[in-house]
Protein backbone atom coordinates (compact mmCIF):
# COMPACT_ATOMS: atom_id res chain seq x y z
CA UNK A 1 0.00 0.00 0.00
CA UNK A 2 1.61 3.62 -1.04
CA UNK A 3 2.37 6.47 1.39
CA UNK A 4 2.62 9.92 0.57
CA UNK A 5 3.93 12.30 2.49
CA UNK A 6 1.00 13.06 4.29
CA UNK A 7 -0.36 9.77 5.65
CA UNK A 8 -0.68 6.13 4.29
CA UNK A 9 -3.01 6.10 1.09
CA UNK A 10 -6.30 4.29 1.56
CA UNK A 11 -6.89 0.96 -0.47
CA UNK A 12 -9.46 0.49 -3.16
CA UNK A 13 -11.23 -2.29 -1.06
CA UNK A 14 -11.35 0.20 2.04
CA UNK A 15 -12.65 3.43 -0.17
CA UNK A 16 -14.99 0.70 -1.35
CA UNK A 17 -16.81 0.20 1.39
CA UNK A 18 -17.44 4.32 1.59
CA UNK A 19 -19.30 4.02 -1.63
CA UNK A 20 -22.62 5.43 -1.52
CA UNK A 21 -25.05 2.98 -0.64
CA UNK A 22 -22.80 0.70 1.10
CA UNK A 23 -21.62 2.42 4.44
CA UNK A 24 -20.21 -0.92 6.02
CA UNK A 25 -19.48 -1.52 9.49
CA UNK A 26 -18.23 -4.29 12.39
CA UNK A 27 -20.43 -4.36 15.31
CA UNK A 28 -19.27 -6.26 18.16
CA UNK A 29 -21.22 -7.06 21.31
CA UNK A 30 -19.29 -8.29 24.08
CA UNK A 31 -20.34 -9.87 28.18
CA UNK A 32 -18.39 -8.90 30.60
CA UNK A 33 -18.58 -10.72 33.70
CA UNK A 34 -17.37 -7.82 35.96
CA UNK A 35 -18.40 -4.13 36.32
CA UNK A 36 -16.97 -1.76 33.96
CA UNK A 37 -14.39 1.11 35.25
CA UNK A 38 -14.37 3.38 32.09
CA UNK A 39 -11.29 5.06 33.13
CA UNK A 40 -9.21 1.92 33.43
CA UNK A 41 -10.34 1.15 29.82
CA UNK A 42 -9.48 4.31 28.49
CA UNK A 43 -6.29 3.98 29.84
CA UNK A 44 -6.17 0.87 28.47
CA UNK A 45 -6.99 2.04 24.78
CA UNK A 46 -4.60 4.53 24.96
CA UNK A 47 -1.62 2.65 25.55
CA UNK A 48 -2.51 -0.53 23.15
CA UNK A 49 -5.34 0.73 20.04
CA UNK A 50 -3.83 3.90 20.09
CA UNK A 51 -0.70 2.83 19.13
CA UNK A 52 -1.94 1.12 16.01
CA UNK A 53 -2.14 4.20 12.82
CA UNK A 54 -5.52 2.75 11.62
CA UNK A 55 -6.79 4.16 14.77
CA UNK A 56 -5.04 7.07 15.37
CA UNK A 57 -5.90 8.85 11.59
CA UNK A 58 -8.86 10.04 10.29
CA UNK A 59 -9.89 9.89 6.36
CA UNK A 60 -9.48 12.89 4.56
CA UNK A 61 -10.00 13.21 0.02
CA UNK A 62 -7.03 15.39 -1.31
CA UNK A 63 -8.36 15.78 -5.02
CA UNK A 64 -9.10 11.97 -5.77
CA UNK A 65 -6.67 10.81 -3.37
CA UNK A 66 -8.46 9.35 -0.23
CA UNK A 67 -5.92 9.06 2.56
CA UNK A 68 -5.58 7.97 6.02
CA UNK A 69 -4.27 11.27 7.99
CA UNK A 70 -2.39 10.94 11.47
CA UNK A 71 -4.37 13.00 13.93
CA UNK A 72 -4.37 13.44 17.96
CA UNK A 73 -7.02 11.69 19.54
CA UNK A 74 -9.28 12.62 22.01
CA UNK A 75 -10.36 9.40 23.99
CA UNK A 76 -13.56 10.94 25.26
CA UNK A 77 -14.40 11.64 22.26
CA UNK A 78 -14.12 7.94 21.16
CA UNK A 79 -15.08 6.04 24.49
CA UNK A 80 -18.90 6.65 25.09
CA UNK A 81 -20.12 6.20 29.18
CA UNK A 82 -24.26 6.18 28.68
CA UNK A 83 -25.92 7.35 32.29
CA UNK A 84 -27.43 4.19 33.35
CA UNK A 85 -28.31 3.95 37.11
CA UNK A 86 -27.32 0.87 38.63
CA UNK A 87 -29.42 0.64 41.12
CA UNK A 88 -32.32 0.91 38.59
CA UNK A 89 -34.49 -2.14 38.18
CA UNK A 90 -34.99 -2.81 34.27
CA UNK A 91 -37.97 -4.44 33.51
CA UNK A 92 -36.01 -6.16 30.59
CA UNK A 93 -32.28 -5.37 30.36
CA UNK A 94 -31.71 -7.95 27.50
CA UNK A 95 -34.31 -6.28 25.10
CA UNK A 96 -32.56 -2.66 26.21
CA UNK A 97 -29.32 -3.40 25.01
CA UNK A 98 -30.79 -4.90 21.92
CA UNK A 99 -32.71 -1.51 21.19
CA UNK A 100 -29.35 0.34 22.66
CA UNK A 101 -27.24 -1.78 19.86
CA UNK A 102 -30.12 -1.47 17.20
CA UNK A 103 -30.28 2.74 17.77
CA UNK A 104 -26.25 2.91 17.64
CA UNK A 105 -26.54 1.61 14.36
CA UNK A 106 -28.58 4.34 13.21
CA UNK A 107 -26.14 6.70 13.15
CA UNK A 108 -23.13 7.11 11.16
CA UNK A 109 -19.66 7.89 12.21
CA UNK A 110 -18.14 11.36 12.48
CA UNK A 111 -15.81 11.20 9.33
CA UNK A 112 -13.83 14.40 11.12
CA UNK A 113 -12.41 11.99 13.47
CA UNK A 114 -11.15 7.97 13.64
CA UNK A 115 -13.87 5.84 12.71
CA UNK A 116 -14.55 3.99 15.96
CA UNK A 117 -16.31 3.79 19.02
CA UNK A 118 -16.51 1.97 22.33
CA UNK A 119 -19.78 2.04 24.37
CA UNK A 120 -19.78 0.85 27.83
CA UNK A 121 -22.58 0.00 30.18
CA UNK A 122 -22.60 -1.09 33.38
CA UNK A 123 -26.03 -2.87 32.52
CA UNK A 124 -26.32 -6.19 33.91
CA UNK A 125 -28.07 -8.72 31.78
CA UNK A 126 -28.72 -12.68 31.68
CA UNK A 127 -25.86 -13.45 30.42
CA UNK A 128 -22.97 -10.54 31.79
CA UNK A 129 -22.47 -8.04 34.46
CA UNK A 130 -21.83 -5.55 31.88
CA UNK A 131 -21.62 -4.85 27.85
CA UNK A 132 -19.28 -3.31 26.01
CA UNK A 133 -20.22 -2.24 22.40
CA UNK A 134 -17.02 -1.80 20.29
CA UNK A 135 -18.14 -0.10 16.48
CA UNK A 136 -15.79 -0.13 13.91
CA UNK A 137 -16.08 0.77 10.11
CA UNK A 138 -15.28 -1.53 7.98
CA UNK A 139 -12.61 0.13 5.79
CA UNK A 140 -10.24 0.05 8.89
CA UNK A 141 -9.84 -3.75 8.26
CA UNK A 142 -11.50 -7.15 7.15
CA UNK A 143 -12.94 -9.46 10.51
CA UNK A 144 -10.04 -11.72 10.84
CA UNK A 145 -7.68 -8.38 11.13
CA UNK A 146 -10.38 -6.81 13.90
CA UNK A 147 -10.37 -9.88 15.76
CA UNK A 148 -6.27 -10.46 16.22
CA UNK A 149 -6.04 -6.99 16.90
CA UNK A 150 -8.54 -7.26 19.56
CA UNK A 151 -7.26 -10.33 20.85
CA UNK A 152 -3.53 -8.78 20.84
CA UNK A 153 -5.20 -6.03 23.03
CA UNK A 154 -6.46 -8.62 25.69
CA UNK A 155 -4.72 -11.15 28.28
CA UNK A 156 -5.57 -14.39 29.17
CA UNK A 157 -7.82 -14.17 32.33
CA UNK A 158 -5.92 -17.32 33.99
CA UNK A 159 -2.29 -15.42 32.96
CA UNK A 160 -2.46 -11.98 32.54
CA UNK A 161 1.02 -11.84 31.20
CA UNK A 162 0.29 -13.96 28.56
CA UNK A 163 -1.54 -13.35 24.90
CA UNK A 164 -4.67 -15.59 24.55
CA UNK A 165 -3.90 -19.05 22.41
CA UNK A 166 -6.20 -19.68 19.19
CA UNK A 167 -6.56 -22.72 17.34
CA UNK A 168 -3.69 -23.62 14.29
CA UNK A 169 -4.96 -25.80 11.46
CA UNK A 170 -2.93 -28.48 11.70
CA UNK A 171 -0.75 -29.48 8.56
CA UNK A 172 -1.23 -32.74 6.58
CA UNK A 173 2.02 -34.72 6.66
CA UNK A 174 3.35 -36.94 3.88
CA UNK A 175 5.96 -39.95 3.35
CA UNK A 176 8.14 -38.74 -0.04
CA UNK A 177 9.33 -42.41 -0.16
CA UNK A 178 6.81 -43.26 -3.65
CA UNK A 179 7.08 -46.53 -5.22
CA UNK A 180 6.03 -46.17 -8.67
CA UNK A 181 2.92 -47.13 -8.49
CA UNK A 182 2.26 -44.65 -5.84
CA UNK A 183 4.08 -41.69 -7.92
CA UNK A 184 1.75 -42.48 -10.78
CA UNK A 185 -1.70 -42.45 -9.05
CA UNK A 186 -0.52 -39.12 -7.22
CA UNK A 187 0.54 -37.73 -10.58
CA UNK A 188 -2.68 -38.75 -12.03
CA UNK A 189 -4.62 -37.46 -8.79
CA UNK A 190 -3.00 -34.37 -9.04
CA UNK A 191 -3.90 -34.07 -12.87
CA UNK A 192 -7.55 -34.81 -12.24
CA UNK A 193 -7.26 -32.21 -9.57
CA UNK A 194 -5.92 -29.30 -11.45
CA UNK A 195 -8.61 -30.28 -14.60
CA UNK A 196 -11.41 -30.20 -11.16
CA UNK A 197 -9.40 -26.83 -9.71
CA UNK A 198 -10.01 -25.42 -13.11
CA UNK A 199 -13.26 -26.55 -14.54
CA UNK A 200 -14.91 -25.27 -10.83
CA UNK A 201 -12.78 -21.86 -11.03
CA UNK A 202 -14.90 -21.45 -14.15
CA UNK A 203 -18.30 -22.35 -13.39
CA UNK A 204 -17.88 -20.45 -10.19
CA UNK A 205 -17.17 -17.21 -12.27
CA UNK A 206 -19.90 -17.50 -14.58
CA UNK A 207 -22.37 -17.90 -12.08
CA UNK A 208 -21.13 -14.85 -10.47
CA UNK A 209 -20.79 -13.29 -13.62
CA UNK A 210 -24.81 -14.20 -13.82
CA UNK A 211 -25.46 -13.00 -10.74
CA UNK A 212 -23.75 -9.37 -11.18
CA UNK A 213 -25.94 -9.10 -14.37
CA UNK A 214 -29.25 -10.91 -13.44
CA UNK A 215 -29.39 -13.91 -11.34
CA UNK A 216 -31.51 -13.13 -8.53
CA UNK A 217 -32.19 -15.12 -5.69
CA UNK A 218 -35.80 -16.19 -5.01
CA UNK A 219 -38.15 -14.00 -3.14
CA UNK A 220 -38.55 -15.56 0.22
CA UNK A 221 -39.31 -13.88 3.86
CA UNK A 222 -35.56 -13.47 3.94
CA UNK A 223 -34.38 -12.01 1.40
CA UNK A 224 -34.70 -7.85 1.07
CA UNK A 225 -37.06 -6.32 -1.89
CA UNK A 226 -35.87 -5.54 -5.04
CA UNK A 227 -33.51 -2.42 -5.00
CA UNK A 228 -33.52 -2.22 -1.68
CA UNK A 229 -28.98 -0.46 -0.57
CA UNK A 230 -29.31 -0.47 3.05
CA UNK A 231 -31.49 -1.39 5.65
CA UNK A 232 -32.56 1.85 7.62
CA UNK A 233 -33.25 -0.07 11.01
CA UNK A 234 -31.09 -3.34 12.12
CA UNK A 235 -31.70 -5.68 15.14
CA UNK A 236 -28.51 -7.58 16.35
CA UNK A 237 -29.45 -10.77 18.41
CA UNK A 238 -27.57 -13.98 19.65
CA UNK A 239 -27.68 -17.41 21.44
CA UNK A 240 -24.76 -19.78 22.26
CA UNK A 241 -24.45 -22.95 20.96
CA UNK A 242 -21.89 -25.38 22.42
CA UNK A 243 -18.55 -26.08 21.13
CA UNK A 244 -18.13 -29.30 22.70
CA UNK A 245 -21.83 -30.66 21.09
CA UNK A 246 -20.49 -29.00 17.46
CA UNK A 247 -16.42 -30.73 17.74
CA UNK A 248 -18.73 -34.07 18.75
CA UNK A 249 -20.42 -33.61 15.35
CA UNK A 250 -17.71 -32.85 13.66
CA UNK A 251 -15.23 -35.80 14.62
CA UNK A 252 -18.02 -38.18 14.22
CA UNK A 253 -18.73 -36.98 11.09
CA UNK A 254 -15.02 -36.76 10.18
CA UNK A 255 -15.53 -32.80 8.63
CA UNK A 256 -14.73 -29.21 9.66
CA UNK A 257 -16.14 -26.59 12.48
CA UNK A 258 -17.67 -24.54 9.14
CA UNK A 259 -19.36 -27.51 7.44
CA UNK A 260 -21.23 -27.98 10.95
CA UNK A 261 -22.30 -24.69 11.15
CA UNK A 262 -22.98 -24.34 7.76
CA UNK A 263 -25.03 -27.76 7.77
CA UNK A 264 -26.91 -26.25 11.18
CA UNK A 265 -28.05 -22.94 9.24
CA UNK A 266 -29.13 -24.81 5.93
CA UNK A 267 -31.05 -26.51 8.75
CA UNK A 268 -32.66 -23.44 10.53
CA UNK A 269 -32.96 -21.59 7.09
CA UNK A 270 -35.21 -24.67 6.01
CA UNK A 271 -36.71 -24.84 9.10
CA UNK A 272 -37.88 -21.30 9.59
CA UNK A 273 -39.58 -21.25 5.76
CA UNK A 274 -40.97 -23.64 6.47
CA UNK A 275 -42.82 -22.22 9.50
CA UNK A 276 -43.23 -19.17 7.84
CA UNK A 277 -45.28 -21.37 4.76
CA UNK A 278 -47.11 -22.64 7.28
CA UNK A 279 -45.17 -25.90 6.41
CA UNK A 280 -44.14 -27.25 10.29
CA UNK A 281 -46.63 -29.93 12.26
CA UNK A 282 -47.94 -29.61 15.30
CA UNK A 283 -45.12 -31.68 17.09
CA UNK A 284 -42.90 -29.16 15.97
CA UNK A 285 -41.28 -31.38 13.14
CA UNK A 286 -40.77 -29.99 9.46
CA UNK A 287 -43.68 -31.13 7.64
CA UNK A 288 -42.11 -33.09 4.09
CA UNK A 289 -44.80 -32.68 1.57
CA UNK A 290 -44.23 -29.11 1.38
CA UNK A 291 -40.77 -29.97 -0.40
CA UNK A 292 -42.11 -29.14 -3.84
CA UNK A 293 -42.50 -25.72 -2.88
CA UNK A 294 -39.12 -25.32 -0.83
CA UNK A 295 -37.14 -27.25 -3.61
CA UNK A 296 -38.11 -24.02 -5.91
CA UNK A 297 -36.44 -22.04 -4.12
CA UNK A 298 -32.44 -20.23 -5.07
CA UNK A 299 -30.91 -18.95 -1.49
CA UNK A 300 -27.63 -18.36 -1.37
CA UNK A 301 -25.04 -16.46 0.54
CA UNK A 302 -22.43 -14.12 0.33
CA UNK A 303 -19.36 -14.93 1.93
CA UNK A 304 -16.01 -12.58 2.12
CA UNK A 305 -12.88 -14.35 2.15
CA UNK A 306 -9.74 -12.44 3.16
CA UNK A 307 -6.96 -13.31 0.58
CA UNK A 308 -4.19 -12.59 2.70
CA UNK A 309 -2.08 -13.72 5.68
CA UNK A 310 -3.26 -11.76 8.87
CA UNK A 311 -0.97 -10.30 11.05
CA UNK A 312 -0.03 -12.61 14.12
CA UNK A 313 -1.66 -11.50 17.30
CA UNK A 314 2.05 -10.97 18.88
CA UNK A 315 3.00 -9.34 16.11
CA UNK A 316 0.27 -6.58 16.95
CA UNK A 317 0.47 -6.44 20.52
CA UNK A 318 4.48 -5.68 19.94
CA UNK A 319 3.20 -2.93 17.40
CA UNK A 320 0.35 -1.36 19.74
CA UNK A 321 3.04 -1.67 22.74
CA UNK A 322 6.01 0.08 21.31
CA UNK A 323 4.21 2.13 18.72
CA UNK A 324 6.29 0.08 15.70
CA UNK A 325 5.96 1.57 12.51
CA UNK A 326 6.40 -1.83 10.60
CA UNK A 327 3.31 -2.90 8.46
CA UNK A 328 1.70 -6.16 7.87
CA UNK A 329 -0.48 -5.58 4.87
CA UNK A 330 -3.77 -4.19 6.74
CA UNK A 331 -6.66 -3.78 5.12
CA UNK A 332 -9.23 -5.21 3.17
CA UNK A 333 -8.28 -7.72 0.46
CA UNK A 334 -11.28 -9.44 0.06
CA UNK A 335 -12.51 -11.85 -2.68
CA UNK A 336 -16.14 -13.23 -2.88
CA UNK A 337 -17.62 -16.46 -2.84
CA UNK A 338 -21.27 -17.56 -3.26
CA UNK A 339 -22.77 -20.28 -1.71
CA UNK A 340 -25.52 -22.09 -2.70
CA UNK A 341 -27.64 -23.97 0.00
CA UNK A 342 -30.40 -26.78 -0.54
CA UNK A 343 -33.50 -25.52 1.01
CA UNK A 344 -35.02 -28.85 1.56
CA UNK A 345 -36.39 -30.31 4.47
CA UNK A 346 -34.76 -33.68 5.23
CA UNK A 347 -36.38 -37.01 7.34
CA UNK A 348 -32.51 -37.57 8.62
CA UNK A 349 -31.26 -34.07 10.07
CA UNK A 350 -27.80 -35.05 9.08
CA UNK A 351 -28.15 -34.62 5.82
CA UNK A 352 -27.87 -31.08 5.71
CA UNK A 353 -24.66 -31.32 7.46
CA UNK A 354 -23.31 -33.93 4.68
CA UNK A 355 -24.68 -31.40 1.71
CA UNK A 356 -23.17 -28.82 3.21
CA UNK A 357 -19.75 -30.50 3.27
CA UNK A 358 -20.32 -31.35 -0.31
CA UNK A 359 -21.10 -27.82 -1.17
CA UNK A 360 -17.64 -26.75 1.07
CA UNK A 361 -15.71 -29.64 -0.21
CA UNK A 362 -16.42 -28.08 -3.81
CA UNK A 363 -15.80 -24.75 -3.29
CA UNK A 364 -12.30 -25.36 -1.79
CA UNK A 365 -11.34 -26.75 -4.55
CA UNK A 366 -11.80 -23.12 -6.50
CA UNK A 367 -10.45 -20.08 -7.10
CA UNK A 368 -13.67 -17.88 -6.96
CA UNK A 369 -12.17 -15.62 -4.20
CA UNK A 370 -8.99 -15.36 -5.94
CA UNK A 371 -10.13 -14.36 -9.32
CA UNK A 372 -13.15 -12.43 -7.85
CA UNK A 373 -10.76 -10.15 -5.88
CA UNK A 374 -8.33 -9.58 -8.79
CA UNK A 375 -11.33 -8.64 -10.98
CA UNK A 376 -12.89 -6.32 -8.49
CA UNK A 377 -9.34 -4.90 -8.07
CA UNK A 378 -9.18 -4.40 -12.02
CA UNK A 379 -12.31 -2.93 -12.39
CA UNK A 380 -11.32 -0.51 -9.55
CA UNK A 381 -8.47 0.49 -11.23
CA UNK A 382 -9.50 0.92 -15.02
CA UNK A 383 -13.32 1.56 -14.24
CA UNK A 384 -13.39 3.46 -10.70
CA UNK A 385 -14.90 2.94 -7.68
CA UNK A 386 -18.86 3.98 -8.95
CA UNK A 387 -18.75 0.83 -11.08
CA UNK A 388 -17.14 -1.80 -8.52
CA UNK A 389 -19.48 -0.51 -5.76
CA UNK A 390 -22.37 -0.91 -8.11
CA UNK A 391 -20.83 -4.44 -9.37
CA UNK A 392 -20.17 -5.32 -5.45
CA UNK A 393 -24.32 -4.06 -4.46
CA UNK A 394 -25.56 -6.09 -6.96
CA UNK A 395 -23.78 -9.25 -6.01
CA UNK A 396 -25.23 -8.88 -2.60
CA UNK A 397 -28.47 -7.46 -3.81
CA UNK A 398 -28.74 -10.90 -5.65
CA UNK A 399 -28.24 -12.92 -3.01
CA UNK A 400 -30.55 -13.60 0.08
CA UNK A 401 -27.74 -12.96 3.34
CA UNK A 402 -24.34 -12.95 4.47
CA UNK A 403 -22.06 -15.89 6.48
CA UNK A 404 -19.21 -15.70 8.38
CA UNK A 405 -17.15 -17.44 10.83
CA UNK A 406 -14.38 -16.14 12.65
CA UNK A 407 -12.32 -18.16 15.29
CA UNK A 408 -11.96 -17.05 18.84
CA UNK A 409 -9.39 -17.34 21.73
CA UNK A 410 -9.76 -21.08 23.23
CA UNK A 411 -9.65 -20.11 27.20
CA UNK A 412 -11.41 -17.11 28.46
CA UNK A 413 -9.52 -13.63 27.88
CA UNK A 414 -10.11 -9.99 30.19
CA UNK A 415 -9.62 -6.80 28.21
CA UNK A 416 -7.90 -4.84 30.72
CA UNK A 417 -8.68 -6.41 33.28
CA UNK A 418 -12.26 -7.14 32.80
CA UNK A 419 -13.01 -10.99 31.66
CA UNK A 420 -15.09 -11.49 28.70
CA UNK A 421 -18.11 -13.75 28.98
CA UNK A 422 -18.77 -13.84 25.27
CA UNK A 423 -17.90 -12.17 22.30
CA UNK A 424 -20.59 -11.70 19.56
CA UNK A 425 -19.61 -9.65 16.44
CA UNK A 426 -21.86 -8.63 13.63
CA UNK A 427 -21.90 -6.35 10.48
CA UNK A 428 -24.15 -3.97 8.98
CA UNK A 429 -24.12 -1.54 6.27
CA UNK A 430 -24.94 -3.90 3.00
CA UNK A 431 -28.35 -4.69 1.06
CA UNK A 432 -29.02 -8.30 3.24
CA UNK A 433 -31.63 -8.46 5.15
CA UNK A 434 -30.00 -11.36 7.03
CA UNK A 435 -26.66 -11.72 8.40
CA UNK A 436 -25.25 -15.06 10.13
CA UNK A 437 -21.82 -15.03 12.17
CA UNK A 438 -20.43 -17.41 13.80
CA UNK A 439 -17.84 -16.93 16.86
CA UNK A 440 -16.07 -19.12 18.69
CA UNK A 441 -15.02 -17.98 22.50
CA UNK A 442 -13.46 -20.08 25.31
CA UNK A 443 -15.64 -23.87 24.48
CA UNK A 444 -18.49 -21.57 23.37
CA UNK A 445 -19.81 -21.04 19.84
CA UNK A 446 -21.60 -17.64 19.87
CA UNK A 447 -24.30 -17.74 17.12
CA UNK A 448 -24.79 -13.46 16.03
CA UNK A 449 -27.97 -12.88 13.80
CA UNK A 450 -28.47 -9.46 12.15
CA UNK A 451 -31.39 -8.77 10.69
CA UNK A 452 -33.79 -5.95 8.82
CA UNK A 453 -36.57 -5.94 10.84
CA UNK A 454 -39.16 -4.97 8.36
CA UNK A 455 -38.66 -8.52 6.42
CA UNK A 456 -37.56 -10.58 9.77
CA UNK A 457 -39.81 -9.35 12.65
CA UNK A 458 -39.00 -11.51 14.78
CA UNK A 459 -34.90 -12.49 14.94
CA UNK A 460 -35.70 -14.45 18.26
CA UNK A 461 -37.67 -17.14 16.51
CA UNK A 462 -34.95 -17.11 13.36
CA UNK A 463 -32.24 -18.37 16.69
CA UNK A 464 -34.77 -20.85 17.97
CA UNK A 465 -34.48 -22.62 14.96
CA UNK A 466 -30.51 -22.50 14.95
CA UNK A 467 -30.92 -23.87 18.31
CA UNK A 468 -33.63 -26.66 17.55
CA UNK A 469 -31.45 -27.47 14.55
CA UNK A 470 -28.55 -28.07 16.19
CA UNK A 471 -30.19 -29.95 18.78
CA UNK A 472 -31.91 -32.24 16.36
CA UNK A 473 -28.49 -32.71 14.26
CA UNK A 474 -26.84 -33.73 18.08
CA UNK A 475 -29.48 -35.84 18.60
CA UNK A 476 -29.43 -37.82 14.90
CA UNK A 477 -25.93 -37.90 15.55
CA UNK A 478 -26.81 -40.60 18.82
CA UNK A 479 -29.12 -42.83 16.90
CA UNK A 480 -26.45 -42.72 13.89
CA UNK A 481 -22.77 -42.66 14.73
CA UNK A 482 -21.79 -43.59 11.28
CA UNK A 483 -21.97 -41.02 8.59
CA UNK A 484 -23.61 -42.07 5.51
CA UNK A 485 -22.27 -40.77 2.02
CA UNK A 486 -23.80 -38.02 0.51
Known amino acids: MGRTKDGEVVSPGSRMFHAPGFDYYVIAVMGVKTRIDPEVVKQGLINTLLNHPRFSSNLVKNGRKWRWNPTT ?12 DPH ?23 MSKPLWEVHLLNLKTSEAE ?85 LRDSDTPLKSAPGTEQPETMRFVHRHLSMDDVKVVKNAMKMTINDVLL ?3 QAALTRYLNRTYGAVEADGRQGPNHNHRLGNIRLRATIMVNVRPTAGIQELADMMGEKS ?4 GWGNRLGFVVVPFAILSQDDPLQYVRQAKAIIDRKKHSLESFCTFHCAKLVLNFLGIKVASAITRRVFSNTTMAFSNVVGPLEEISCFGHPLAYIAPSTYGHPHALTVHFQSYNN ?18 LCDDFQLSFQL ?12 AV
Open 73 to 84: VNIEDHVIVPPI
Open 88 to 110: LDFPDPDRFLEDYVSNVTKTPLD
Open 130 to 214: AVCVMRIHHSLGDGASLMSLLLAASRKTSDPHSLPTVPVMKKATSDHRLSGGRFLRRFLSAVWGTVTLLWNTLADLVMFALTVLF
Open 263 to 265: GVT
Open 325 to 328: KARW
Open 444 to 461: RMTLSVAVDPSVIPDPHA
Open 473 to 484: IRDSLDKNLVPH
